[in-house]
Every structure is written in C-alpha cells, then in structure tokens.
C-alpha cells in the first residue's frame, strides 16, 4: 500500500526515530510511530490494548488504519507524513480536524468509528510530524484518547437541556428565572402571556424586574398606588431572598398564585398560575357545601354520622325526632342511648354485615326518645368506604310512627272486616257490592264471586216495600247512616232476619265514596258479642286470660281483701328450659308443651284463682281469699310437684320444672304493677339459688338485684383486667393418697376489693352469654397450666366444669382440641365435668358431644351425680370414664343410712359399668374411712388440701 510519494528514509532519520522508542513504551496513551515509507515503526503497549492489535503483528507494516477502518485508508498520521495535509483532509476529515494552537505542524481531529467497540467509539487523535536536525520529516506521530464517555455526556447533557426546555416551554404555569440582580434570565411564553406582558418588553434579555413591576403599576395592575414607592417596595421584598407564595387578585377578575423559590447562588425560579378557575371551583365548593349542610340542618329525615358505634355527627332534625336539645348532645355518645334494650342494639349491630355484602342496609325498629316514649323509625344506612365499614357509616333515621300507626289501625280494620262476627258489605255510590267479608259468605251462603259487582237486592226476601227503603235511603242521605231490622234471603232461599246498620263514607270534597253495611242473624248477635268479648279477654294458645282480664279480677280481689281481709297472693311462674325444648324440637311441641302445663294447673287451682299467660313460658297466677303466705306456700308446693313429673307429648316424654316468684298483697302492697314487679324478681331469685322452687319476695332481693346488675356491668370488664384466675384443688387416690390430679375452679378477685364467689357470678355469666367467654379462657388457661407444670417435671390432669350454655352456644370439642394444640400437650390431660342435668336436658346433642371429645382422646366425668334423674340407661348410652360423688352424699355419709346408701350406691355404679368414681367435699377422717370402705376410687376435698394457686399446687404434689 502506498500513500503519496515516500522518499527514501535516511540511517539519520531512522536513528532519530527510534530515539523515542523508549519514550512511547512507557505512555499510557495510545501512541504509535510511521515513517516516511508509511510503515509502522512503534505501536506502543497501549495501542496493543486498547486497539487490540499486537505490534509484532503491526510494526513494518502499513496497516495502521486496520483498527480504525473496515478497508485501507489514510489516517491523520500518513496525511502528515505525505504533504498532501489539505487535500486529504478535505476528503477524509472534513469539519473534523483543527490546527493545534500549542504545536506548530500538529493536527487534533475527533471521529466516531462504529465498528470498534459494542456501541463504537469517538477518539480524539492528534497527529505531528517527525524531523530530522536538518529539520525534514522523517516521518510522523499520532496519539489517540477515547472519548465516548465525554461525547456522550455531552449528548445526554444536550438532550436534558432540551428536555427541560420543553418542559418549561409546556409548562402549564408561566416560570421566570431571576439572577441575584433581579433581571429575568430565563422565561416561557406562557409567563409572558398569563401576566399579559407586550413582546416588545422581552425583546432584549436579561430583563429587569423593576421594569416589569413598573409596567404592572403604570397600567394599574395593582390599584391606584404611587408608581415609584410600589416599586421600589416590591424590590425590596423581592431582595429578602425569601420563599413566598401568594395570590394576586388582578383588574380584569382573574386571579395569579405567584410562587417563587430562592436559587442556591442568589435569585428565585418564579411561577405564576392562573388559578382563576379553581378559586371559582372552590368558592362553588364552598356555595354547595354550604348549601348541603344547610340541607342536612334544615332535613326533614335525621342524619347522623357514626364510627365505631358513636355518633360523630347528627344534623338538629335528629336531636329534635329523639327529644334532645341540640346535635352536641348526640355528639360522640354511643347509640345504644336511642334503644331500648342491649338485644335491640344488637339486632341493629347486625345491619353492618349487610353494608359490608351489599352497601345498603334498611329495616325498621321501635326506638326509644330521651323521655322514654316511643318512635318508630326507618333506619337506612350506607357506609362511607365498603371495604372499612367500622371506619364510618351514614345513617338516615326517618320518623314513621305515624305510618306505623295507621298500618297498625289499617291492620286492625282488616282484621277486623276479615274476622268481624258480623256480616260486612261495601258498596259503591251506585250501590253496586265491591267487597264483603266471610261472615257476610257464612250468613248468607254466597261466595265473595257470587255477589261482588251485583246490587244487595238480589238478596231481597220480597217483605219489606217500596216505602220501607225510600225511608231508609232518605234517613241515609239525611244523616249518613241508618240502622234498623231487614229479612234478607239466603242463597238457599231461607229467610231470616238481621239488624243492618249502613254508614256513609266521603271523600274530601264530601262526595259519597262509599256505602258500609253491616248486619247479623239477631238470634246469634248475643252469642257473636260474647265471642268478641272472649277474645279480647284471653289468651289464644291456652284460653287462660290475658293480662286485661287478669288486672280487672286482681282489682276484685284486692275489693275484697279491703273488705272482709285475708290476703291475695300474687304468683310469677316461668318454666325451666323451655327455650332449649323450643329450640330443639320446634314450636309445635312447645305449644304442646304449654298446653298440657296448663291442664296440670287448672287440675289443683280453685275455682275463685286466676290463671294468666303473660307470653312465652310465662304465667300469673292470682290466688284470692287465703289466709297467707303458708297457704300460698302450699299452692306452690304443689305446683312444682305437679311440673316436676315428665310429660308425654307424643313421641316425646319432656322433663321440665317451674321456679316461682311470690309476692302477696297486703303485705307487699296493693298494687297490680308493684306486686308483679316484686313478684318477678322473687321468681328470679329462685331461679338463681335452684330452679324447681319458690321464693317470697323479701325487701333484699331489690337489693340482690342491684347487685346482679352491678357484677354483670364489671364482669366483662374483670376479662380485659385479668382478674379472673384458676384455683387448683388436688384429686388424689383413695388408696394411695397420691396426687394424680386437679378440679380447675373459677376465681374472680377483683381490683382493690374483696374477691367474688362463684355461686354469685356464674349464673350471671351464663344469663348475660359471657360464660362462653369465660369457659374458653378456662379450657385455655388449664391447658397451658397442664404445659407448665410438664415443663416443671410434673404429670397432672386437669378436670374443667363446662356450663350448659357453653355446650349450646359453643362448639367444645373443637374449643379443646384448639386450646391443647395451642398449649402444646394431648387432649387427655384434660377432663371435662358436665352436670347431670346438662345430659337429660338434650340427650341427643350430648351424646353428640361426649362422642367428640372422646374422639380427641379427652375424658368425660359426670358432676354431681345423683342429684338429677339418675339412670343406668342413659350412663351405657353416653359411655361417660368417671361419676362425681355430690358433696351432699358425702356429707351425709356418715350421718345417716339414707346418705350412706346413696353414697354407696353411686360407687356401685361405676364399679359396675367399668367407671371411675371421685368423691368431693371430703373434709372429714371418718368420711374418707367410709369412702374408702365403699371401694371409691378417687377423692377430693379439704381434708386433704383446698384449692391452691398453681405454684402451692406444685408443692404440693411434690410432697
């Protein structure tokens, strides 16, 4: 290859050349050497490297634009070389080179070469003849430097500087630039157009903002103000270098947010936006806003806002419907104030599910107003956000007791036209029959097709003439009603004779919109009135009397007591379990039920008492003219006695009981309301203390009562404080006297004061459902008591006692296989006590049960055994591991034979049906003897230690 016309190197040249040799090697620059043949005379090391060419393979050579070209041309240093610089340049690097300005003859050049490196390269490369001391070329030098990381930051910078020009070209705010002299640097034609600015004021940049501001001001952009104080003020705060944003409200209307940003260095980057129509959006904002709450002031529905149960706000339509002052008094308290009872609340609590399915929940509910009385109301609510309905809920309380009222009446007329003993027949003006009832069909023998849209004269017996109706249709339109005897026919043709009264009705305008007529056989009007009287004086399931015949025969015998003395005895009786038996075997049975209770009674009443039905499983009974608490005594006596034996409905043989409440007048006033409050909490004390029996109220009962309503407000509070704990006493083996296990007994020591006894709370748990609750814990509590006493070496079992209600309203099996596998430790460390009662109650259900927790490997001993209906036969079916001794028996055991035989009997059971048996409330040395001689297996009891805390109990086995 040959570029120009080489001229033979001289032995000085070539010496001159390789002088440098050394030199280059030592360059961390690419550099590499021609002489004036073209060929390669050093390629130093890092040309070796970064051009990726060896020099043994390119020294002598003249492919020196092998790593730059994909086919031989000059490079910058054969141009040197060759003389033909300017020529060669115009062709081969056009707008590309540049005279160096530091070294005469040097040539600087920058290109990009695609085919070196992934993305190609742009080398900077310079070029520099070589001379002898006679000053020839001899040849010539080229150095090159990668510059691609600096080209394409250049390239980047250019496009994020166009990036941002575009930005703020587009920018929807007009933005200035100011420099610490205040002269705008930098601008967008928005800017210019938003402040309304004439080109000609940006002709020359930078522009200064004093010019600006007094444009602004001589054209009355900021009022009527003195030009030259407004600038020179405006200056001043322009230099405080402060942020700033304001609003300008300007001539024309519109209105600029101006905000401007200090800049590192001294001036402000300024934005000026036309916020004029969102102010106007936000003063109509502020218009609807207004508008809608005065709306929800002024509605005619209460609105509230609840989160959380509590009312955050309510609007004053509210507080009116409910009798309150103002909406503040409604404010932040719970709702449950607007209900009459905690069920109701409740009910209404389960609304939130439906606004969680669907958005929407709407039901009607009898409310209560501040003064007690009552509202009815629509209640409609939405929640703020479905997916966090607890967070906030919108609720409209429309008043419709007025609504509800005339339903009610509107019911009632229904009833009453539909059942009416006597004949009813509606006509229109013309006379024509748009309506009867059934006892105008039973009278008459038509059906209701057979006579509407004919005339009543097709029911004409032909006795009475013309005279007779023109004076009846004469008297009607008089006085707009008229009564009197007619003999009408039947559709058999019998005629008979009825008393018709017919009555005009009106519309608004007093046109006659109807004609009423109603009439009856006369021969059964009588009978018809005495039925009507009947109904509205008894009960429809047990045809007792209700509670209006019941209050006017009390008032007799109070009359009566008044007046000869004596005493009247005021009974309330409620049946024991009578919801579970409806709830298990349905309604049908408990009318049933019902019904053959009241048959017992009615057997051993007197004919001068009075029996009522309240409702449900409830009854007064009224016994008048006795001679006082002993005979009322032997009343209830007898009662119980009466209840107590099973009934047989059908399929069904039901075991029941009745806890009876007495009250007596005049000792307890004379009062019909006064003695069935007292005598309803007398029943409730019975059915406290053991259901079956009776009680007299007595002045502390109130005082009981305060007490119940007391322990059952702390007692859910007493779960959170943690002040329920579990006492442990020991169970150990007769024989050996060894501890094997322990009876988890319930203790409440609450805060400060003294501790609480379990008779007092447990009913009050299982009345108020907090029992479930409670027995969870319990279960809980042992297993993780059984898991720390393993872990402290010791094997124990724990008995736990389960409530009835917990069985109904929980799930027990799946209550202990949960706590055990939480606890970490099998199920048959644990125990489960269930009373006597609780089996006979619902054997099917139990027997379900006691199935499941031995499935799970737990055992199942039956509490105080021999207390209830004791059989054999249902001990085989439920397959129960261990029967629990009643304290009683034992007590008793070694007092009298009756005790001892019960005691020995309990044990022969058990022995006999391969169970267990333990004997509680042993206290006394000659009651273990006994207990031990009847063959008993088990023992538990003071005489050998009470109920301790969990470390005593430790100790104690470790004894």
Request: with cysteine; hydrophobic share 40%; charged share 25%.
């Amino acid at each position: 290859m040959q570029f120009g016309h080489p001229q033979a190197s001289s032995e000085a040249a070539s010496i001159s050349i390789e002088r440098i040799g050394d030199i280059l090697a030592a360059l961390p620059v690419p550099t590499f050497v021609i002489d004036v043949a073209h060929r390669i005379t050093h390629w130093n090391r890092a040309c070796e490297v970064i051009l990726g060419h060896p020099a043994s393979r390119m020294v002598g050579t003249r492919d020196q634009w092998l790593p730059f070209y994909p086919k031989p041309r000059p490079v910058m240093a054969d141009l040197v070389v060759s003389g033909e610089l300017d020529t060669g340049i115009d062709t081969y690097y056009r707008d590309k080179y540049r005279r160096s300005q530091l070294i005469p003859g040097c040539y600087e050049a920058e290109d990009f070469f695609p085919e070196m490196g992934a993305r190609g390269t742009w080398l900077y490369f310079t070029a520099a003849p070589l001379r002898d001391a006679a000053g020839s070329v001899v040849g010539a030098i080229e150095m090159l430097q990668d510059v691609s990381a600096r080209r394409r930051a250049d390239a980047a910078l250019e496009r994020e500087h166009g990036i941002q020009n575009t930005i703020i070209e587009h920018f929807p705010s007009g933005i200035a630039v100011l420099d610490a002299a205040m002269n705008i640097v930098r601008y967008n034609e928005r800017c210019r157009r938003t402040l309304d600015f004439p080109p000609e004021l940006f002709a020359e940049t930078p522009v200064p903002l004093e010019r600006l501001i007094r444009f602004n001001a001589e054209r009355g952009e900021y009022g009527a103000v003195d030009v030259d104080a407004y600038v020179a003020a405006a200056m001043d705060l322009a230099r405080c270098q402060e942020p700033h944003c304001f609003e300008r409200s300007r001539p024309d209307g519109s209105v600029l947010e101006v905000r401007g940003t200090p800049l590192p260095d001294g001036g402000f980057v300024t934005s000026y936006t036309d916020i004029t129509e969102r102010k106007r959006a936000e003063a109509e904002l502020a218009r609807l806003l207004a508008e809608q709450r005065l709306i929800f002031d002024n509605a005619h529905v209460g609105i509230i806002w609840v989160r959380q149960r509590v009312i955050v706000s309510c609007n004053r339509r509210m507080a009116d419907m409910f009798g309150f002052d103002g909406p503040a008094d409604l404010e932040g308290r719970s709702t449950r104030g607007l209900y009459a009872t905690d069920q109701q609340w409740m009910q209404v609590g389960a609304m939130y599910a439906d606004l969680e399915a669907s958005g929407s929940a709407q039901a009607e509910h009898e409310m209560r107003r501040r003064d007690g009385s009552s509202i009815w109301i629509m209640l409609t609510g939405r929640p703020i956000d479905q997916a966090r309905v607890s967070e906030g809920t919108i609720w409209v309380y429309t008043d419709i007791t007025e609504r509800v009222q005339q339903q009610a009446r509107l019911a009632l007329a229904e009833r009453v036209f539909a059942h009416a003993s006597e004949a009813l027949m509606i006509t229109d003006p013309a006379g024509v029959i748009v309506n009867v009832n059934q006892a105008f069909c039973r009278i008459t023998g038509y059906a209701r097709e057979e006579v509407l849209g004919h005339s009543p004269s097709m029911m004409k017996s032909d006795r009475h003439d013309a005279a007779f109706f023109h004076e009846m249709w004469r008297a009607l339109a008089a006085g707009g009603s008229w009564d009197g005897e007619v003999w009408d026919r039947r559709k058999n043709g019998e005629v008979y004779p009825k008393w018709l009264a017919i009555s005009t009705v009106r519309d608004d305008e007093g046109r006659v919109a109807n004609y009423i007529g109603s009439f009856s056989d006369i021969s059964e009007r009588k009978q018809a009135q005495e039925r009507i009287q009947y109904l509205a004086h008894h009960d429809t399931l047990t045809g007792l009397p209700n509670r209006v015949l019941l209050r006017d025969r009390f008032n007799g015998a109070i009359d009566h007591l008044r007046r000869w003395g004596g005493a009247v005895a005021f009974m309330f009786l409620d049946l024991d379990y009578f919801k579970r038996i409806n709830d298990s075997l349905g309604h049908r049975v408990g009318d049933e039920l019902l019904v053959a209770v009241v048959r017992r009674l009615k057997a051993i009443l007197r004919e001068s008492d009075t029996l009522s039905r309240q409702g449900g499983d409830e009854f007064i009974l009224i016994l008048r003219n006795i001679d006082g608490s002993d005979a009322a005594a032997k009343v209830a006596e007898k009662i119980i006695d009466s209840i107590a034996r099973p009934f047989e409905l059908g399929e069904h043989v039901l075991n029941t009981s009745v806890s009876i409440g007495i009250a007596t007048a005049p000792r307890d006033g004379e009062d019909f309301d006064l003695l069935m409050q007292k005598a309803d909490t007398a029943m409730y004390a019975s059915k406290e203390h053991a259901r079956g029996t009776f009680s007299f109220f007595h002045q502390s009962m109130d005082e009981l009562a305060r007490r119940r309503l007391d322990l059952a407000n702390r007692m859910r509070g007493a779960m959170a404080t943690r002040e329920f704990r579990l006492a442990y006493q020991p169970q150990v083996y007769a024989d050996s006297g060894k501890v094997f296990g322990a009876e988890a007994l319930l203790r409440w020591h609450p805060a400060g004061a003294s501790p609480i006894l379990p008779i007092e709370f447990i009913p009050i748990a299982e009345e108020n459902g907090l029992i479930v609750q409670l027995g969870d814990w319990v279960v809980a509590e042992a297993c993780e008591q059984v898991a720390r006493w393993r872990r402290e070496g010791l094997e124990s079992q724990i008995a736990v006692n389960v409530s009835g209600v917990q069985i109904y309203r929980s799930d027990i099996v799946d209550t202990l296989e949960r706590a055990t596998r939480d606890a970490g430790i099998e199920p048959s460390c644990i125990q489960v006590e269930l009373t006597e009662s609780i089996l006979i109650e619902d054997s099917m259900l139990m027997q379900e049960v006691i199935r499941g927790l031995k499935a799970i490997g737990a055992s199942v001993a039956i509490d105080d055994f021999g207390t209830g209906y004791s059989s054999l036969a249902y001990l085989k079916r439920f397959r129960v591991d261990k029967l629990k001794i009643d304290r009683g028996f034992v007590t008793d055991c070694c007092v009298n034979e009756e005790g001892a035989a019960m005691t020995r009997a309990v044990i022969g059971i058990a022995n006999s049906l391969n169970m267990r048996a333990i004997a509680e409330g042993v206290e006394e040395r000659d009651q273990l003897d006994f207990i031990r001689r009847a063959g008993c297996n088990e023992i538990q009891g003071n005489f050998y230690s009470h109920p301790l805390w969990p470390a005593d109990f430790l100790g104690y086995a470790r004894r």
